[in-house]
């Protein structure tokens, strides 16, 4: 007997209510309200809220703290994403390989993944520490004095934090990169051998290609989390020193949770809303993602 066509719309809205729910409390309605904030003064002790338009947007692009928050953000980006990008294609490629223990090695290049930022945050800082492993391992190979730690240093605090970053998330791309190669037709390598292709050739002109669509996706996410790094800056250097390590999630954090701006910290992070879509935009674009979905 066949279902009517408006009791179909019914029963499947009746199984998606649930889920657009809770969409609409935990997404669309913060996402309003932070937009709403954005142009009001209002802080959430006295409940006091005046409107004053664009004025928030217009001081975050003259505030100090904000800009070197920004710029800290966009090297953080531009120093993560690619390394760990190129770190977990490579490693994708190892252990893609028929190699004794080839098992053992995906599991322990993944399992930094599974375990808890903040854990992998507090283990870390323990590393950096003065007279942390690292400090002490170095002052023995007399490549540093031992007077401070790395995350005390304004040059090195940031790129300890990325370093970190990177050894935790290669692993996760990792997986996702050897997902697409296990898509790929043997038959192509094959034929790839016939014609006397190197391994260089093959990886060019086969295993490229043919990955671009998850390099697309791996670039996005990663992107996207890169410009959202919080818990390890709350956790190892609170955007210290000197603001050397500041992000722009974590400058939200401190206007809206510690000083209690909250309409100036939804318009800095409607600011980075809108930063990460541009990027986005424009890393799809130089995959051909448009082109492909336009065909």
Known sequence: MRVPHGKQWAGTFGLLLPWLITFAMFWLYPLAHSAFLSFHDYNPLSGAMDFVGGLHFLRLFSDADFLQALKNTFVFVVGTVPVTTILALALALGV??????????????????????????????????????????????GLAEADRGL????????????????????????????????????????????????????????????????????????????????TEIFVMTQGG???????????????????????????????LFFVILAVSIIQARLFGFFQRAER
């Not at 974590?250 to 309409?263: D, I, N």
């Open 96 to 141: 893609n390989r028929k190699l004794p223990l080839r098992g053992l090695f995906r599991a322990g290049f993944f399992v930094p993944t599974l375990t808890a930022t903040v854990v992998v945050a507090l283990l870390f800082v323990h590393l950096y520490t003065q007279g942390g492993y690292l400090h002490t391992l170095a002052r023995m190979l």
């Open 151 to 230: 995350l005390l240093d304004e040059r090195a605090a940031l790129l300890s934090v990325m370093a970190m970053d990177i050894w935790v998330s290669a692993g996760y791309y990792m997986l996702l990169f050897l997902a697409g190669l296990q898509q790929i037709p043997r038959d192509l390598y094959d034929q790839a051998d016939l014609c006397g292709a190197s391994a260089w050739q093959k990886l060019r002109l086969v295993t490229l290609p043919l990955l671009k669509p998850m390099t697309l996706y791996v670039v996005l996410i990663n992107t996207i989390k890169s410009f959202q790094i919080f």
């Open 241 to 271: 020193p000197v603001g050397a390590t500041s992000t722009v999630v974590y400058f939200v954090y401190r206007e809206g949770f510690e000083k209690f701006r909250m309409g100036y910290a939804s318009a800095a992070a409607y600011v």
